[in-house]
């Protein structure tokens, strides 16, 4: 609380002029560290990917945190593997098929090499760990370095031997290099195969793998090259510690005893002059054919040199609408700016032309873990950035509900993931919807699939959809301990599961309102309202035994409507009951965060709530309350609104002291530098928009803001390709200066504490006055972001289709139904 308030009591007179003059014109790369999240449980894939990308390579470790593959803690290298997740917190994602390198086999015997995970595993120079985009490399212990890039579908690996690598006769030993027929968790199912080329020592197989956090299994399919071919020397098949050159094919079974058998091929080589030996690895979820054709398209000669100059061109063109003046800054807040932009482009992952799951025309995205997690900020980010890709990836959402018939709330390795709360893609398609994404999008399909989640319980509703219909149309919210007989899932969680619910339906009411669709719209802001079912207004929440001083929170109600009772801080960080919170069965009503956290989400009608909690100043006393007494776990996505939610009751000023406190204090430039797994990019965008000053209020048209971390910050439209620029006078580094004074939009004075997406898109220019002093800006009714209960029309809420062009909705739902039925 202390190191809070002190911003507003030292009076330093450290004031910068505002200059604009080539504060754009440099390198971003230099400010982007994969490295950031890959030690203390950020969990983050610190390898090489292209944007989106499915080919990730990357050493894999057997790190208790390697769900990325890599973990820069001391672990040992297991591989080198080209399939990851990002940031995910449940088990180890694919890392499939690893290569690993030998710089000979003891006695020159191909029985000298280790095999296994167990017995190969090899520690690497610390200090030898390089990455950047679409690059990672490191030295083993052993002495080889290794090095790595990657094209969409395709690895390719460098291994450079030591040239010490003699045997006792004094000549150069025979590299090898085994490629394992298994994944990080060692999940692999019966009967995978390889067959090895005993002429160009082609490899070729697959096999059936378990999915992280989800269900179901995925079958992957492999292609790997050596483009020292021509000094092949042996090659051939091994199981468990033994190999042999006379076998060229294997089809293993899923395991002995718990313990996958390790099994694979390997490839031994003639010294090659200049001890590099080259593996390019293609990859396809179809067969091993399109693996194959995939690496010989993507990476046809094995050039190192030019597939990383192609990788870095299409990052460097990725990262090019977002630019910040460097003016005064410390370089590591660019560092945590930049690197969190980056990782937004990892996951959610490209994989069209690559799902044999059902023949379509439309794109392929996988790797949505979770949208839970992607829904706050992540999405809309890049919404601003690269809205053409999100559009394909709202395409591949509703396409992927017309086959599978529910729109996904996690999914990776081509299996549902396992749903956390809501049917949250329904706020995904809501954002974008806002925010006048439609090319190649039939919203009416898109409609039909959120609106199917509000009206069909799926039977399994742990995968997909939402449970608890009956009880939400008739009681009116979730009942702790339901009946549900309609379809079945973990029956817990049933306050987060009202929260999100209730938000949910809101979101359907604006596409339904934008779709002309009166009735629906109605019908679904009034039970976006439902949350307020559970608000018990005489709860209290004590904690060690003291009163906080707040009456009314949100409790479990049973099906009889009698109030059920968990305590508010139950999940909180400051919990110390051991409650399980997360999908156990014994879970509790609130996942993954406490009802102090989750009481403030209701991001769609923040004033009802705030009269709930007794007004504006009690509400501002309550969120105060929250974040001063150890009960935010910043390191988790609930809390992100949390801390710009006092715009809402007119204090603008204190998210800007809330960002502050947050950033850098918990978000550092270092490995360890991320509070919590980085989800896919889900903490990497809230920085961003932090640190923006612009963040959204994610399924709204609004973003909230606050001062940039820097002397200006621009974004450029890829639709319209204007430059929207928010820049601040008197830009103070030291912060101490924070506080909106005044401002103008276009030259105009603009008082309203937020914006809506026709900034981006129009390029308009925001110049914000700072000063010493929390001021008058902002805190007018009128100048309030808007809430369903005091904005009847919520069509206002919706991005003025004019300023894209277009004159009314209709006509572009017609026009993008016509462009698929051209299509199809
Ligand atoms: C490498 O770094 C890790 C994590 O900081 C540390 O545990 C380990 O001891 C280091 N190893 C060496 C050889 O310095
Ligand atoms: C790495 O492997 C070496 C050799 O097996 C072992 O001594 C060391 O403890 C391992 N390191 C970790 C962190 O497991
Ligand atoms: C040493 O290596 C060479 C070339 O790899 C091989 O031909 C020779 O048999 C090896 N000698 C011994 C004793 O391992
Ligand atoms: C695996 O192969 C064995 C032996 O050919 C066969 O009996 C079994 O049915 C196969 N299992 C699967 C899952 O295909
Ligand atoms: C920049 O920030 C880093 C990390 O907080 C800090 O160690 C360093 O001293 C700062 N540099 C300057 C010049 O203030
Ligand atoms: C509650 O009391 C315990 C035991 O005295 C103490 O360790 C803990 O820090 C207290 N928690 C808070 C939030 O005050
Ligand atoms: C309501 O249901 C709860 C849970 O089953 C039960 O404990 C309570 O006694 C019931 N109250 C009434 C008034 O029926
Ligand atoms: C934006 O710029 C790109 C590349 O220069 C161009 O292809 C595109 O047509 C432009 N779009 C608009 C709306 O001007
Ligand atoms: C800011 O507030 C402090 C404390 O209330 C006051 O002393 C100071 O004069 C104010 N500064 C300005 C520029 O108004």
């Known amino acids: 609380?202390?190191?809070?308030?002190v911003f507003t009591l030292l009076l330093f007179c450290s004031r910068s002029f505002t200059f604009t003059a080539t504060s754009s014109a440099y390198d971003v790369f230099q400010y982007i560290d994969p490295l950031i999240g890959s030690a203390n449980g950020g969990n983050v894939f610190a390898g090489a990917s292209l944007p989106y990308g499915m080919a990730k390579a990357v050493a894999d470790t057997d790190s208790d945190s390697n769900q990325g593959g890599f973990a820069l803690d001391g672990s040992n290298i297991t591989g080198f593997s080209c399939m990851h997740d990002s940031g995910t917190g449940g088990l180890p994602s694919l890392g499939n098929f690893a290569l690993f390198p030998w710089k000979g086999c003891e006695d020159d015997d191909i029985n000298g090499c280790m095999y296994s995970k167990r017995n190969r595993k090899t520690g690497y120079v610390n200090s030898s760990v390089n990455a950047s985009p679409g690059y990672f490399s490191l030295t083993m212990n052993s002495n080889i370095d290794v090095d790595m890039t990657v094209a969409q579908h395709t690895s390719l690996f460098r291994f450079r031997f030591p040239t010490t690598g003699h045997n006792v006769t004094g000549q150069q030993s025979s590299p090898l290099i085994l490629l394992d027929l298994t994944d990080l968790s060692d999940s692999r199912q019966d009967n995978?195969?390889?067959?090895?080329?005993?002429?160009?020592?082609?490899?070729?197989?697959?096999g059936r793998f378990l999915p992280s956090f989800g269900s179901?299994?995925?079958?992957?399919?492999?292609?790997?090259?050596?483009?020292?071919?021509?000094?092949?020397r042996d090659s051939g098949i091994y199981v468990d510690s033994r190999a042999s050159s006379d076998v060229k094919n294997l089809k293993i079974s899923r395991s002995i005893n718990g313990y996958p058998l390790p099994g694979g091929a390997f490839v031994r080589f003639y010294p090659p002059p200049d001890n590099t030996i080259l593996a390019r690895i293609g990859i396809s979820f179809v067969n091993s054919a399109q693996a194959c054709a995939n690496a010989e398209s993507e990476i046809p000669t094995f050039n190192f040199e030019s597939t990383y100059s192609t990788a870095i061109n299409i990052w460097k063109e990725k990262l090019s609408p977002i630019r910040v003046s460097r003016e005064g800054v410390n370089?590591?807040?660019?560092?945590?700016?930049?690197?969190?932009?980056?990782?937004?482009?990892?996951?959610p992952q490209d994989y069209t032309g690559e799902n044999p799951l059902w023949a379509s025309a439309e794109p392929y995205f996988d790797s949505f873990y979770c949208i839970w997690d992607l829904f706050r900020s992540q999405l809309p980010f890049l919404t601003l950035v690269d809205p053409f890709s999100v559009t394909k990836m709202i395409r591949s959402l509703i396409d992927t509900q017309q086959h599978l018939g529910w729109l996904p709330e996690c999914r990776m390795s081509l299996c549902k993931g396992y749903t956390q709360g809501g049917s949250n893609a329904d706020n995904v398609l809501a954002d974008a919807f806002v925010k006048g994404l439609y090319e190649g999008i039939d919203w009416e399909v898109g409609y039909a699939a959120v609106q199917k989640d509000a009206e069909v319980e799926p039977y399994d509703w742990s995968n997909e959809g939402r449970g608890g219909l009956l009880s939400w149309k008739m009681l009116k919210y979730i009942p702790v301990q339901d009946f549900d007989y309609w379809g079945f899932g973990t029956m817990t969680r049933?306050?987060?599961?009202?929260?999100?619910?209730?938000?949910?339906?809101?979101?359907?009411?604006?596409?339904?309102?934008?779709?002309?669709?009166?009735g629906d719209a109605e019908k679904y802001e009034i039970s976006s309202g439902y949350w307020q079912n559970?608000?018990?207004?005489?709860?209290?929440?004590?904690?060690?035994?003291t009163n906080t001083g707040f009456a009314g929170f949100f409790q479990p109600r049973y099906l009889n409507q009698t109030w059920g009772y968990q305590d508010p801080i139950t999940c909180s960080p400051l919990d110390t009951s051991g409650r399980d919170c997360s999908l156990q069965n014994d879970g509790a009503e609130t996942f993954e965060s406490s009802i102090w956290e989750y009481q403030f989400f209701v991001p769609h009608d923040m004033a009802t709530l705030i009269t709930l909690m007794g007004g504006p100043s009690e509400f501002v006393r309550r969120l105060d309350y929250l974040h001063d007494h150890g009960l935010v776990d910043i390191g988790n996505e609930p809390s992100f609104l949390t801390v710009f939610q006092y715009h809402y009751a007119a204090r603008p000023a204190k998210s800007a002291q809330r960002a502050h406190y947050y950033i850098p204090s918990y978000f550092q430039s270092t490995p360890s530098g991320l509070p919590g797994n980085d989800d896919s990019g889900a903490m990497g965008s809230f920085v961003a928009m932090?640190?923006?000053?612009?963040?959204?209020?994610?399924?709204?048209?609004?973003?909230?803001?606050?001062?940039?971390?820097?002397?200006?910050?621009?974004?450029?439209?890829?639709?319209?390709?204007r430059t929207a620029t928010v820049r601040v006078e008197n830009f103070d580094p030291s912060y101490r200066d924070l506080?909106?004074?005044?401002?103008?939009?276009?030259?105009?004075?603009?008082?309203?504490?937020?914006?809506?997406?026709?900034?981006?898109?129009?390029?308009?220019?925001?110049?914000?006055?700072?000063?010493?002093?929390?001021?008058?800006?902002g805190t007018n009714k009128a100048d309030l972001p808007p809430s369903v209960s005091t904005k009847g029309d919520v069509s206002s809420l919706v991005t003025e289709r004019s300023s894209l062009g277009m004159s009314d909705i209709e006509t572009r739902v017609r026009k993008s139904s016509e462009e698929r039925a051209g299509v199809s």
């Open 216 to 232: 179901g299994s995925y079958s992957i399919y492999f292609c790997a090259d050596f483009e020292s071919s021509s000094r092949l």
């Open 192 to 206: 995978a195969t390889v067959t090895v080329d005993s002429s160009s020592g082609r490899m070729t197989g697959s």
């Open 1 to 5: 609380m202390a190191g809070i308030y």
């Open 534 to 545: 559970l608000f018990r207004k005489d709860q209290a929440s004590y904690i060690n035994g």
């Open 494 to 518: 049933s306050i987060s599961r009202t929260l999100e619910y209730s938000y949910n339906d809101f979101a359907i009411s604006q596409i339904a309102r934008g779709l002309n669709k009166i």
């Open 331 to 347: 370089s590591s807040l660019l560092t945590i700016l930049y690197s969190g932009v980056y990782r937004t482009m990892i996951s």
């Open 690 to 721: 932090s640190m923006m000053g612009l963040f959204p209020n994610a399924g709204q048209n609004v973003y909230l803001i606050t001062p940039p971390f820097f002397a200006s910050v621009s974004i450029t439209s890829p639709i319209s390709n």
């Open 739 to 777: 506080y909106i004074q005044s401002a103008t939009l276009d030259g105009k004075l603009y008082t309203k504490n937020w914006v809506s997406h026709d900034f981006f898109v129009q390029g308009q220019e925001l110049i914000l006055v700072l000063g010493q002093n929390e001021s008058q800006w």
